[in-house]
């Protein structure tokens, strides 16, 4: 590490002033994950199964951002792997590139993200080292986690909603400098108060997984879930669902988890989760041949009536898309809603359309989540009311097989990544609420 960046570094988490900490030298360089323009067309005319994360993925040195008015430079200690950094590094929907170019044409300030690398990572937890003109909530030294809806609200569509806004972007997939570097530009308006009783990987998992849960049930822009509401929620033990899983349980909803394996289905058990569909054992097909199998979506539709007392779903919490969206459209009970936030499975989506406009039901779009409700998600975390479920953590120079442990589903929970700090269980601010939340804290990581 840059002997300028290791001094920042302890000066900023040892409760160096503001000023200290801003008259500290940046170092020159720093280092960072990236996938470079030149090896954008590196995997064409591959099945995107076959594309390999661990030869487009790497870490180099590169430039520090120039800090522009409402933004902060970042030391992050600790960052996350979500889906989006597996479509970057294998350049699908299509290249990030192409976003930051588009970006580079709105004005001078975008023009800085259009460089011949990407910096990935739209998660990360650590401490403020600058802040540009025009930043009054923020100081150099304070702790802070990065949600990753990245806005600056000149237009009028947002100001109800901000992910309305014309402009808004994903940061870090969509927007240049993200959180896998030694230091990350932001925006001040996706910074949040880090949880005084996570360490530094733990609270870098999770803006991204549960603000995303957080909109699409809980928010009246999506969900609106209510208690006793039935809840279907595919991939119960990953990074978005696991979330999931605490959000209907704290609002008294009744989650029914759907799983891929005895070990995922045991874990919830083991959680207090009672109502469980393991569609390996049970062996659901939803697609033979080529074709969606409606005799199967019947046959999900009865097991979770008979794990309901007769209840259809009023909610299907759903991400996989093409593999799953035609039983979760059947399934969902009259006038019921399905919030769709990904299609990890495929983009392109079949289901019979007479379940949906004869029953009169929804299927709602989700797409991560506003500040208020990032900011809102983030308070259950420093309440103690939802936990992380950070399954490993590697380092930095491990990303790319992080990355592709993600893509070949090799993972249950959220991948951390450790960036500035050199050892995993640092960064504990209170020791004592951390003691006080230690059962829950433990009980959540076992599912990993």
């Given at each position: 590490m840059d002997k300028a960046l290791q001094d920042l570094l302890a000066a900023a988490t040892a409760g160096g002033t503001p000023a200290e900490i801003a008259g500290l030298p940046l170092p020159e360089s720093m280092r960072a994950a990236v996938v470079r323009s030149s090896e954008a067309t590196m995997f064409e005319g591959m099945a995107s199964r076959d594309k390999d994360p661990r030869k487009s993925l790497h870490v180099d040195e590169v430039a520090i951002p120039p800090l522009g008015p409402n933004e902060c430079l970042i030391a992050p200690m600790a960052s996350a792997l979500n889906f989006n950094t597996v479509w970057t590094s294998i350049f699908e929907p299509l290249s990030t590139f192409v976003f930051l170019k588009r970006f580079?044409?709105?004005?001078?300030?975008?023009?800085?993200?259009?460089?011949?690398?990407?910096?990935?990572?739209?998660?990360?937890?650590?401490?403020?080292?600058?802040?540009?003109?025009?930043?009054?909530?923020?100081?150099?030294?304070?702790?802070?986690?990065?949600?990753?809806?990245?806005v600056d609200l000149e237009g009028p569509e947002g100001h109800d909603d901000s992910m309305m806004d014309a402009r808004q972007r994903i940061w870090g997939f969509e927007t240049n400098f993200g959180g896998m570097a030694e230091l990350a530009l932001v925006k001040a308006n996706q910074l949040m108060p880090m949880p005084t009783h996570l360490t530094w990987e733990e609270a870098a998992s999770l803006s991204l997984t549960l603000a995303t849960s957080y909109r699409m049930l809980v928010s009246p822009n999506a969900g609106s879930m209510k208690q006793g509401d039935v809840v279907l929620i595919w991939g119960a033990t990953g990074g978005l669902g696991g979330f999931a899983v605490q959000l209907v349980t704290n609002g008294g909803g009744i989650p029914v988890c759907v799983v891929s394996s005895p070990e995922k289905a045991e874990l919830l058990r083991s959680l207090g989760v009672e109502r469980i569909i393991d569609r390996a054992d049970e062996d659901y097909r939803f697609w033979a041949d080529g074709e969606q199998q409606p005799a199967?979506?019947?046959?999900?539709?009865?097991?979770?009536?008979?794990?309901?007392?007769?209840?259809?779903?009023?909610?299907?919490?759903?991400?996989?898309?093409?593999?799953?969206?035609?039983?979760?459209?059947?399934?969902?009970?009259?006038?019921?809603?399905?919030?769709?936030?990904?299609?990890?499975?495929?983009?392109?989506?079949?289901?019979?359309?007479?379940?949906?406009?004869?029953?009169?039901?929804?299927?709602?779009?989700?797409?991560?989540?506003?500040?208020?409700?990032?900011?809102?998600?983030?308070?259950?975390?420093?309440?103690?009311?939802?936990?992380?479920?950070?399954?490993?953590?590697?380092?930095?120079?491990?990303?790319?097989?992080?990355?592709?442990?993600?893509?070949?589903?090799q993972h249950t929970g959220k991948l951390g990544?450790?960036?500035?700090?050199?050892?995993?269980?640092?960064?504990?601010?209170?020791?004592?609420?951390?003691?006080?939340?230690?059962?829950?804290?433990?009980?959540?990581?076992?599912?990993?």
């Amino acid at each position: 590490m840059d002997k300028a960046l290791q001094d920042l570094l302890a000066a900023a988490t040892a409760g160096g002033t503001p000023a200290e900490i801003a008259g500290l030298p940046l170092p020159e360089s720093m280092r960072a994950a990236v996938v470079r323009s030149s090896e954008a067309t590196m995997f064409e005319g591959m099945a995107s199964r076959d594309k390999d994360p661990r030869k487009s993925l790497h870490v180099d040195e590169v430039a520090i951002p120039p800090l522009g008015p409402n933004e902060c430079l970042i030391a992050p200690m600790a960052s996350a792997l979500n889906f989006n950094t597996v479509w970057t590094s294998i350049f699908e929907p299509l290249s990030t590139f192409v976003f930051l170019k588009r970006f580079a044409k709105e004005s001078d300030l975008g023009r800085r993200h259009d460089l011949d690398h990407h910096i990935v990572g739209s998660d990360a937890a650590g401490v403020v080292v600058r802040v540009g003109a025009g930043v009054t909530r923020w100081k150099a030294g304070d702790r802070v986690t990065v949600h990753c809806n990245y806005v600056d609200l000149e237009g009028p569509e947002g100001h109800d909603d901000s992910m309305m806004d014309a402009r808004q972007r994903i940061w870090g997939f969509e927007t240049n400098f993200g959180g896998m570097a030694e230091l990350a530009l932001v925006k001040a308006n996706q910074l949040m108060p880090m949880p005084t009783h996570l360490t530094w990987e733990e609270a870098a998992s999770l803006s991204l997984t549960l603000a995303t849960s957080y909109r699409m049930l809980v928010s009246p822009n999506a969900g609106s879930m209510k208690q006793g509401d039935v809840v279907l929620i595919w991939g119960a033990t990953g990074g978005l669902g696991g979330f999931a899983v605490q959000l209907v349980t704290n609002g008294g909803g009744i989650p029914v988890c759907v799983v891929s394996s005895p070990e995922k289905a045991e874990l919830l058990r083991s959680l207090g989760v009672e109502r469980i569909i393991d569609r390996a054992d049970e062996d659901y097909r939803f697609w033979a041949d080529g074709e969606q199998q409606p005799a199967e979506w019947r046959r999900l539709g009865k097991r979770i009536r008979e794990l309901t007392g007769g209840e259809d779903p009023d909610l299907v919490f759903e991400h996989p898309g093409r593999q799953t969206i035609g039983a979760s459209v059947f399934v969902t009970k009259r006038g019921g809603t399905i919030v769709t936030c990904a299609s990890t499975s495929g983009y392109l989506h079949e289901y019979d359309n007479r379940y949906l406009w004869m029953n009169l039901k929804r299927i709602v779009g989700s797409h991560f989540a506003n500040y208020k409700e990032a900011w809102e998600a983030n308070r259950l975390v420093n309440l103690g009311m939802i936990h992380p479920i950070l399954t490993r953590t590697y380092p930095l120079d491990q990303v790319a097989e992080a990355a592709y442990a993600i893509h070949t589903n090799q993972h249950t929970g959220k991948l951390g990544v450790l960036v500035n700090a050199d050892q995993e269980g640092l960064g504990v601010a209170d020791a004592a609420k951390r003691e006080r939340f230690a059962g829950p804290l433990s009980a959540w990581k076992h599912l990993t």
